[in-house]
T-cell receptor, first 115, second 114 residues
């Protein structure tokens, strides 16, 4: 099946700094990528939908200026958490759909810890 | 808005027994229903999915059933093994459009005891 690679798998940063997470589709072109956040023992909550070459669509309650999403190519989307705070600590997961839009493939997730 | 209810939240079975997880949804326009398995510290992995034009789909020990009239779908795992222990999420595809835009259930933690 299609492979989605997320990097880094974990990161620790200081409060006030920014962190960038990459999501790559390794063997297919991802027309659409999705970013989710998952708190411990909870479900995945969609943060934003990203289409290549256009601005991301954010879900209600998600600050677009804090969670910057860039989808510059069909194989790469990035999520930058700006001015991170401890409450931003979470598991961030991306997914991507192929041009056929038949199913979503998930990355392995990034554990962000803000200290 | 769209909502997916998943039950039970935890499920413990003996190795070799069957496990059933049920989900209900509210959006009658949804037509894509995947199930994901998530192991600790990892991203979700698709294990089986079903589209609204069929009522049942099976892949070895895993099966999914869909009742569109009642708006519920279920995951069935037979002959469970310890390695089946994980958190399982159901999801629905929003409005049958982009299959990647999914609404997830809250998850079921399955424990298979040897």
């Amino acid at each position: 099946g299609a492979v989605v690679s997320q990097h880094p798998s974990w990161v620790i940063c200081k409060s006030g700094t920014s962190v960038k997470i990459e999501c790559r589709s390794l063997d297919f072109q991802a027309t659409t990528m999705f970013w989710y956040r998952q708190f411990p023992k909870q479900s995945l909550m969609l943060m934003a939908t990203s289409n290549e070459g256009s601005k991301a669509t954010y879900e209600q309650g998600v600050e677009k200026d804090k969670f910057l999403i860039n989808h510059a190519s069909l194989t790469l989307s990035t999520l930058t958490v700006t001015s991170a705070h401890p409450e931003d600590s979470s598991f961030y997961i991306c997914s991507a759909t192929t041009e056929l839009n038949t199913e979503a493939f998930f990355g392995q997730g990034t554990r962000l810890t803000v200290v | 808005g769209e909502n997916v209810e998943q039950h039970p939240s935890t499920l413990s079975v003996q190795e070799g027994d069957s496990a059933v997880i049920k989900c209900t949804y509210s959006d009658s326009a949804s037509n894509y229903f995947p199930w994901y398995k998530q192991e600790l510290g990892k991203g979700p992995q698709l294990i089986i999915d079903i589209r609204s034009n069929v009522g049942e789909k099976k892949d070895q020990r895993i099966a999914v059933t869909l009742n569109k009239t009642a708006k519920h779908f279920s995951l069935h795992i037979t002959e469970t093994q310890p390695e089946d222990s994980a958190v399982y999420f159901c999801a629905e595809g929003e409005h049958g459009g982009s299959q990647g835009n999914l609404i997830f259930g809250k998850g079921t933690k399955l424990s298979v005891k040897p």
